[in-house]
Each structure stands twice: as structure tokens, then as C-alpha cells.
């Protein structure tokens, strides 16, 4: 996919706070970009804008898929709508601005040593409390089998492991982040034997990715995270965020049994829970994240 210089200019407008019309960006890119929740539709009667909840998220994303836009300077360029592929060659150093993939592999994260392998190099995942570790030969990535694969969706949760222990069993995780997107994380865990459990939104979308990107390739491993305190949370979940969704999942129905007390639940209260809701800071001394939004 390419991306033309108002494609670009909108992007802009969408990463410094700005709303677009439904029609403003490229099918095919606005629905991935739904897909993963960087964009979000805002419905008023018959009248359909989108905004971005997270502008780092969405310029981590677009920085990553397009080659064009690696060193754009998304403060201060604004391209002239008569911009031609010569001009973005100039730009990109690449006259076929394609999307392109310059660091394959996926973050990982644990609060305890993990013992690991590369190859024939051995060494231990032990990341210092904020700090990550980015796994780029993911084809040659080991660790023990009897190690639980914790996926994480939100980049926020996944920073904040260490104030989750709660919800995690007692035993070797290693953590793994969905982001950057890619099919390179799924395609680790279809070649080790250990056990997937999925971390994400407690609402229709996030079971759906559950179900479509990781169930679906592994489902005699694979499994979803529900705390036992999730209803009670649901009733006090977000309205919007299920009325949102509703259109898009309400034929929707899991293929995956265990997920149907959730799924019940989500339709009984007519609510979705954010997984940031499960991050405990336990002092006005702990280091409290920025804001996503």
C-alpha cells in the first residue's frame, strides 16, 4: 500500500488531535488501522469522523509499515497535495514508498530470570523495572517449554507487569507484546510447545483478536485471561466503548467455549473493561504512566 501526500497530510492532522471524515483515509488502511484499535469511530445520526486515542501508538505503527514515513518529521512537515512519487522518493530515498519491515521480532518482558536461547548463545531475560528487551532473531528465540507465554495487547500493561502479579499464576512467565504488529510473534509460538494465555480488553474486539490471530493457529495451547473479578468490574465498565463495537461483533459468537461467561456477561451489562484497569499503583511514590490518550 502507498501512501499519497494527503493520505500523509491526514495522518498528520490525526496525530496532532484532529478528527477526519470517514472518507478521508484509504479503505484498506482504515480498517487495519481499526482493526488495532489506533483509530476510533465517532458516530453522530449518519454522520461518521475518526480519531486516533493514542498518537504514539498510531505514529509507532505507521513509522514501522511505511517506509516514507521512518524519519518523517510529523511536527513540522506538511506535504503540498501536488506531491508526485518523485517528490516522496526524495523524501524516502525509495521511489516505490512501500511498506517495508527494517526490524522484524517482538518485545518481551518478565519480573523474574527467565533462562533463554539464540542459536546456540545462552543467556537470562531479567529486564530492570522499565526497561524492555526486543527479541530480533525470533526464529532461533528459545526458552524452557514448562515457561507460560503471558501476550499482552496494550503497550501500557505490558511496561507495568510488575504491578499485575496478581492476576498471574505462580510460576516462570514470560511476557510478550503484541506490538509491534506483525505476524512474527504468532509464528514463534506456533514453533515452541509452551503455553499461550492471552492478556487483553474485556470486551467483543479483544476476544475476537484472541480468537482470529492466536486461538485459531493454536488452539490446543491457547487461552484467555479472565480475572475472577471481572464482572463485578463490567458493571462499571465503559457503555461507549460497548455500543461502539456492538455493530461490528453483534453476530459475533466465540468459538472458543471458555470465553461464553464472558461474552455473556459483556452482553448482560451492555459494558467493556479496559485492561489498564488492572494496573495497581501501590503509593503516590510509584511511577504513574503517561496518558494514552
Not at 196 to 202: A, K, S, T
Given at each position: 500500500?502507498?501512501?499519497?501526500?494527503?493520505?500523509?497530510?491526514?495522518?498528520?492532522?490525526?496525530?496532532?488531535?484532529?478528527?477526519?471524515?470517514?472518507?478521508?483515509?484509504?479503505?484498506?488502511?482504515?480498517?487495519?488501522?481499526?482493526?488495532?484499535?489506533?483509530?476510533?469511530?465517532?458516530?453522530?445520526?449518519?454522520?461518521?469522523?475518526?480519531?486516533?486515542?493514542?498518537?504514539?501508538?498510531?505514529?509507532?505503527?505507521?513509522e514501522q509499515h511505511f517506509e516514507e514515513l521512518r524519519s518523517f518529521?510529523?511536527?513540522?512537515?506538511?506535504?503540498?497535495?501536488?506531491?508526485?512519487?518523485?517528490?516522496?522518493?526524495?523524501?524516502?530515498?525509495?521511489?516505490?514508498?512501500?511498506?517495508?519491515?527494517?526490524?522484524?521480532?517482538?518485545?518481551?518482558?518478565?519480573?523474574?530470570?527467565?533462562?533463554?536461547?539464540?542459536?546456540?548463545?545462552?543467556?537470562?531475560i531479567s529486564p530492570e523495572d522499565g526497561t524492555l528487551l526486543f527479541?530480533?532473531?525470533?526464529?532461533?528465540?528459545?526458552?524452557?517449554?514448562?515457561?507460560?507465554?503471558?501476550?499482552?495487547?496494550?503497550?501500557?500493561?505490558?511496561?507495568?507487569?510488575?504491578?499485575?502479579?496478581?492476576?498471574?499464576?505462580?510460576?516462570?512467565?514470560?511476557?510478550?507484546?503484541?506490538?509491534?504488529?506483525?505476524?512474527?510473534?504468532?509464528?514463534?509460538?506456533?514453533?515452541?510447545?509452551?503455553?499461550?494465555?492471552?492478556?487483553?480488553?474485556?470486551d467483543l474486539a479483544g476476544m475476537h483478536i484472541y480468537e482470529t490471530?492466536?486461538?485459531?493457529?493454536?488452539?490446543?495451547?491457547?487461552?484467555?485471561?479472565?480475572?475472577?473479578?471481572?464482572?463485578?468490574?463490567?458493571?462499571?465498565?465503559?457503555?461507549?466503548?460497548?455500543?461502539?463495537?456492538?455493530?461490528?461483533?453483534?453476530?459475533?459468537?466465540?468459538?472458543?467455549?471458555?470465553?461464553?461467561?464472558?461474552?455473556?456477561?459483556?452482553?448482560?451489562?451492555?459494558?467493556?473493561?479496559?485492561?489498564?484497569?488492572?494496573?495497581?499503583?501501590?503509593?503516590?511514590?510509584?511511577?504513574?504512566?503517561?496518558?494514552?490518550?
Amino acid at each position: 500500500m502507498s501512501l499519497s501526500a494527503k493520505q500523509i497530510n491526514n495522518l498528520i492532522s490525526l496525530l496532532q488531535g484532529e478528527s477526519l471524515a470517514w472518507s478521508a483515509l484509504n479503505p484498506k488502511l482504515r480498517q487495519t488501522l481499526i482493526e488495532e484499535e489506533l483509530i476510533v469511530i465517532n458516530s453522530q445520526r449518519s454522520h461518521k469522523t475518526l480519531y486516533t486515542p493514542s498518537p504514539d501508538g498510531l505514529r509507532m505503527f505507521l513509522e514501522q509499515h511505511f517506509e516514507e514515513l521512518r524519519s518523517f518529521d510529523w511536527d513540522n512537515e506538511v506535504l503540498p497535495l501536488s506531491e508526485t512519487r518523485a517528490d516522496l522518493a526524495a523524501m524516502s530515498g525509495n521511489s516505490k514508498t512501500k511498506e517495508i519491515r527494517s526490524c522484524p521480532g517482538f518485545m518481551v518482558n518478565s519480573y523474574t530470570p527467565i533462562p533463554a536461547q539464540i542459536g546456540n548463545n545462552k543467556f537470562t531475560i531479567s529486564p530492570e523495572d522499565g526497561t524492555l528487551l526486543f527479541i530480533s532473531d525470533w526464529e532461533h528465540f528459545s526458552i524452557p517449554s514448562n515457561v507460560l507465554v503471558i501476550g499482552i495487547e496494550n503497550m501500557e500493561n505490558f511496561r507495568y507487569v510488575r504491578k499485575q502479579k496478581n492476576l498471574f499464576p505462580d510460576k516462570s512467565i514470560l511476557f510478550v507484546s503484541r506490538y509491534p504488529q506483525s505476524k512474527d510473534l504468532i509464528n514463534w509460538l506456533k514453533q515452541i510447545p509452551n503455553q499461550y494465555l492471552h492478556f487483553g480488553d474485556f470486551d467483543l474486539a479483544g476476544m475476537h483478536i484472541y480468537e482470529t490471530e492466536f486461538y485459531k493457529l493454536i488452539p490446543e495451547r491457547a487461552s484467555f485471561l479472565v480475572p475472577d473479578d471481572i464482572e463485578k468490574r463490567l458493571q462499571n465498565g465503559s457503555l461507549e466503548r460497548y455500543n461502539n463495537q456492538y455493530k461490528k461483533f453483534k453476530n459475533y459468537i466465540p468459538t472458543d467455549n471458555r470465553l461464553l461467561p464472558l461474552y455473556n456477561l459483556i452482553h448482560k451489562y451492555h459494558r467493556c473493561y479496559d485492561q489498564e484497569g488492572y494496573i495497581v499503583f501501590n503509593s503516590v511514590f510509584d511511577d504513574k504512566p503517561e496518558s494514552l490518550d
